[in-house]
């Protein structure tokens, strides 16, 4: 069972916009955080930004702070990730994951359950 479903990615021009969703089960729904992760060809998968469960603070990466939003659904069973003014070093793998915590949150281990990806291309 996939406790983490991404959608929302694609094939867009530089300087356009994307908007990904996350899809969480409840099972995920004790996690300190949601967040973000990003794998390029040939690159380690890195942290785009979190949204903490409780609260609803966010924390991003320097390299898409001003251009990146997170936010979630009422039903807090949702989480997106909006994009602009998107550059071809965006193009990656995103990844959405569940866990966390507030000493790590962003650094990969401490998250639980991850989703399976979903493909942003940015052409230039």
């Known amino acids: 069972q996939a406790h983490l479903v991404e959608s929302g990615g694609g094939l867009v021009q530089s300087g356009g916009s994307l908007r990904l969703s996350c899809a969480a089960s409840k099972r995920t729904s004790g996690s300190y955080a949601l967040a973000w992760f990003r794998q390029a060809p040939g690159k380690e998968r890195e942290f785009v930004g979190a949204l903490v469960w409780r609260g609803g603070n966010t924390v991003y990466a320097d390299s898409v702070k001003g251009r990146f939003t997170i936010s979630r659904e009422n039903d807090m069973n949702t989480m997106y990730l909006q994009m602009n003014s998107l550059k071809p070093e965006d193009t990656a793998v995103y990844y959405c994951?569940?866990?966390?915590?507030?000493?790590?949150?962003?650094?990969?281990?401490?998250?639980?359950?991850w989703g399976q990806g979903t493909q942003v291309t940015v052409s230039s």
């Open positions: 994951a569940a866990g966390g915590n507030r000493y790590y949150i962003k650094s990969e281990g401490p998250y639980n359950y």
